[in-house]
T-cell receptor, first 116, second 114 residues
Framework: ETGVTQTPRHLVMGMTNKKSLKCEQH?????MYWYKQSAKKPLELMFV???????ENNSVPSRFSPECPNSSHLFLHLHTLQPEDSALYLC???????????????FGNGTRLTVT | GQQVMQIPQYQHVQEGEDFTTYCNSSTTLSNIQWYKQRPGGHPVFLIQLVKSGEVKKQKRLTFQFGEAKKNSSLHITATQTTDVGTYFCAGQAITTDSWGKLQFGAGTQVVVTP
């Protein structure tokens, strides 16, 4: 059972819509991530927040806008998406640096996004 | 940039047989992690390897980190139907700005035939 909860589980949106994905973690972690998972491709890191500050924006188009109001919540705001943005969007959390090594990621169940 | 490649992409295994999946990085890694994703599920952390040549076991799973810290392997013995899923390796580069930036491989999808 995951300590990271994502909503909604499924989302279908048109290219002109605006929607938001929500992620909440109950593990006491202070780093949160957005990953994109497309078929037959490696997981793509989109954004990393550590202690509520964005530490990585991996060349993600501006139609994706993250928000991290506190260490337990993470949002991904979507607007004017393209069909190629259809994918599984995974949120993850981990302990933030206390070590140079990445802590293990705890993933949510993901939001399956379809852009029509 | 850093690339992590996994082979094979697909692995069909007869129940009871052994198999190995390999992970190769284009750059030296500080550590590597392995994850398993069941069909329809999300990636679940399995293990982290940090030391050169490190070997760790979890029941029927044996994980190894290469001496040069550029490759890793996962060996499963006596495969069971519960081993079905996609196994991902994820490496962290040895550079100072690499925290939070795991590079995932494309995964090995394992299908087990009873």
């Amino acid at each position: 059972e995951t300590g990271v909860t994502q909503t909604p589980r499924h989302l279908v949106m048109g290219m002109t819509n605006k929607k938001s994905l929500k992620c909440e973690q109950h593990l006491g972690h202070n780093a949160m991530y957005w990953y994109k998972q497309s078929a037959k491709k490696p997981l793509e890191l989109m954004f990393v927040y550590s202690l509520e500050e964005r530490v990585e924006n991996n060349s993600v188009p501006s139609r994706f806008s993250p928000e991290c109001p506190n260490s337990s919540h993470l949002f991904l705001h979507l607007h004017t998406l393209q069909p190629e943005d259809s994918a599984l969007y995974l949120c993850a959390s981990s302990q933030s640096p206390g070590s140079i090594y990445n802590s293990p990621l705890h993933f949510g169940n993901g939001t399956r996004l379809t852009v029509t | 940039g850093q690339q992590v490649m996994q082979i094979p992409q697909y692995q069909h295994v007869q129940e009871g047989e052994d198999f190995t999946t390999y992970c190769n990085s284009s750059t030296t890694l500080s550590n590597i992690q392995w994850y398993k994703q069941r069909p329809g599920g999300h990636p679940v952390f399995l293990i982290q390897l940090v030391k050169s040549g490190e070997v760790k076991k979890q029941k029927r799973l044996t994980f190894q980190f290469g001496e040069a810290k550029k490759n890793s392997s996962l060996h499963i013995t006596a495969t069971q139907t519960t081993d079905v899923g996609t196994y991902f390796c994820a490496g962290q580069a040895i550079t100072t700005d690499s925290w939070g930036k795991l590079q995932f491989g494309a995964g090995t999808q394992v299908v087990v035939t009873p």
